[in-house]
């Protein structure tokens, strides 16, 4: 008996881990594949240039301590990654200490820096009538533009990355038409969009379609606009821009609801369920403010009764 109640333990056990909640979309899955869509807009001296250690919004941040956090980050990096494809690989039982590095042994040339600049993007004078912003000077973009800088053998800076860039970085051009986002990032978009028209107080309208819809062009539009240098939650960005195109269809269709029923009653015609449920409860609120109300006494009464 002892052994059959061990094993129903163990199979309780199983079933609640497999049983756990889990995130269906993670802020780190989406950055990896908003990193690699843009990569997809960008040139390189070489392709393991394309993986940043550290976004500064100019080249004259790098100093010694901007050189010190680059040097964190890409040995936390280098060890995440190498704890994961051990475990992948069937070695379950590696813990990741095992696989830390020491930052201070990080070679200085083997930093990348992304630096948000416009200096490369073509000037667009009059796009704007009233400029305020470096961007409103330039082309627009369909994400904020950056280059890519690291030190070379003589600790010096080069440049070797662009993004919206085709071709070699001496004798290329500027382009934003000849990358994509990948096939994954779309899948999430989708993902996310179905997930948040299932809620509670999305999912009975009869045009949830038309809100998927909406949210998902929207997605279309600002997915890759996500600035990482000013945030690492991507998903609470992206949550945000589908509350705003469900809203927006939302407000249209009420509004449109509202000029068939002014039409329907003005013809004498029944309007739609909400309308009457709308003037039923505004019916029952007048009659309970009739009861509420004293009646008036007029000066007549007033000297009958004396």
């Known amino acids: 008996m002892l052994f059959v109640f061990i094993g129903y333990i163990i199979v309780a056990y199983i079933k609640g881990v497999s049983m756990r909640k889990r995130k269906y979309l993670s802020n780190r899955d989406i950055l990896s594949e908003i990193h690699k869509s843009k990569t997809k807009y960008c040139s390189y001296l070489d392709e393991s240039h394309n993986q940043f250690d550290l976004i500064l919004p100019n080249i004259e941040r790098i100093n010694i301590r901007t050189v010190a956090q680059a040097k964190r980050n890409r040995a936390d990096r280098v060890a995440r990654n190498n ?4 475990y992948m690989s069937g070695n379950t039982s590696v813990k990741q200490a095992e696989f830390l590095i020491d930052w201070k042994k990080v070679p200085k040339t083997d930093l990348i820096f992304r630096i948000m600049t416009f200096d490369h993007v073509p000037l667009q004078p009059g796009r ?6 470096v961007a409103d000077h330039h082309t627009q973009c ?3 533009p950056f280059q890519h800088w690291k030190f070379d053998e003589n ?3 080069i440049c070797v990355g662009k993004s919206h860039w085709e071709g070699g970085l001496q004798n290329g051009n500027f382009s934003k038409t000849h990358g994509g986002m990948t096939d994954k990032l779309a899948m999430m978009f989708i993902k996310l969009v179905e997930r948040y028209a299932s809620r509670s107080n999305w999912r009975g309208y009869t045009y949830n379609d ?6 998902l062009l929207q997605l ?3 997915g890759l606009q996500f600035d990482e240098s000013k945030s690492d939650n991507p998903f609470a960005y992206y949550t945000a821009a589908v509350t705003n195109s469900f809203t927006r269809v939302l407000n249209l269709e009420k509004k449109g609801q509202r000029i068939r029923d002014d039409i329907l009653e ?3 015609l029944n309007p739609s369920y909400t309308r009457q449920s709308e003037n039923q409860d505004k019916m029952k609120a007048l009659a309970d403010l009739d009861k509420l109300t004293p009646p008036k006494v007029t000066t007549i009464e007033v000297k009958q009764k004396k």
Do not use: D, V, W
């Open 210 to 215: 038309e809100m998927q819809g909406a949210g």
């Open 142 to 144: 369909n994400f904020p």
């Open 128 to 133: 704007k009538k009233t400029p305020k912003t």
């Open 266 to 268: 003005h013809n004498g």
């Open 155 to 157: 600790n010096e800076l």
């Open 220 to 222: 279309s539009r600002i």
């Open 83 to 86: 704890y994961e494809e051990t």
